[in-house]
């Protein structure tokens, strides 16, 4: 498999030879404000440009969205995304959403979904602690689930992508029933006003290091988004042998 970083949550993850483009945020450098309901809010994002043109990003077999916020998925790209790819989302709204952009093939990923050979499982997740994180989503209109994704196809090692979430016990219930070889975290310690985390930090990326040293761990949604806690030095300075994080633009093979 191959896992192409672009910005953030966006990624390409080619596996079985296909090719699965996540979390497609694609506009240019500052072009939306801070979110007021996080800290930093006077920084303006992305903090920084794409690192290669919009079609090479588009060029996919299939979308998958783990949650429709607005530093996952933008206006760019459900313009450029051609109109009958297979686009994977968490629930029935998402997919209510997705189909309301002119997109003819818009599916629930469910228990066990298979794509051209490859099984796909959802995982669930806390963007955020859900007794405190919901309530401040629900009063500022903005959807709190997300999802995480199992890849699984016998010739490839199996590939968790946990998606927006702090490390809980649905991501650990999640490494106890798939066993992955790989992991792929939102690791830059996105923070609310009340100091709450809504994803993994440095710590989490640690913590979960120490606790599965045979998972190769991948850290994403870095250096970007402006309520960010956590950087990409910040995870390279863990110094662990097991712990990724790859540049804007650079491709892993595994």
Not at 67 to 77: M, V
Not at 93 to 103: E, V
Request: one cysteine or more; proline letters at 4%; a negative charge.
């Amino acid at each position: 498999m191959k896992i192409h970083q672009i910005r953030n949550a966006t990624i390409i993850i080619t596996y079985n030879n296909i090719k699965f483009l996540i979390d497609p945020w694609l506009m240019p450098k500052d072009y939306m404000e801070g979110f007021e309901s996080a800290i930093n809010s006077n920084i303006r994002q992305p903090r920084v440009e794409l690192p290669l043109s919009i079609d090479k990003i588009v060029n996919v077999d299939c979308v998958i969205l783990t949650h429709y916020h607005p530093d996952h998925i933008d206006k760019f790209a459900l313009k450029a995304l051609r109109k009958d790819v297979p686009f994977f989302v968490q629930n029935e709204c998402d997919m209510k959403l997705i189909s309301s952009f002119g997109f003819s093939d818009v599916r629930v990923l469910e228990s066990e979904t298979i794509f051209k050979g490859v099984k796909l499982y959802k995982t669930n997740c806390q963007h955020g602690k859900r007794e405190i994180i919901k309530p401040i989503c629900d009063k500022i209109g903005m959807p709190y689930d997300a999802m995480g994704v199992i890849f699984s196809e016998k010739s490839e090692k199996t590939l968790y992508l946990a998606g927006d979430t702090i490390l809980c016990n649905e991501v650990k219930c999640a490494l106890s029933e798939y066993k992955p070889d790989i992991i792929i975290v939102n690791a830059c310690g996105a923070t609310v006003l009340n100091g709450e985390r809504i994803i993994m930090n440095r710590d989490d990326v640690k913590e979960l290091a120490d606790d599965y040293k045979d998972l190769t761990i991948i850290a994403s949604h870095l250096d970007t988004v402006s309520h960010l806690t956590t950087t990409r030095e910040d995870i390279k300075n863990l110094n662990l042998k097991n712990v990724l994080a790859p540049l804007d633009n650079e491709v892993i093979e595994l």
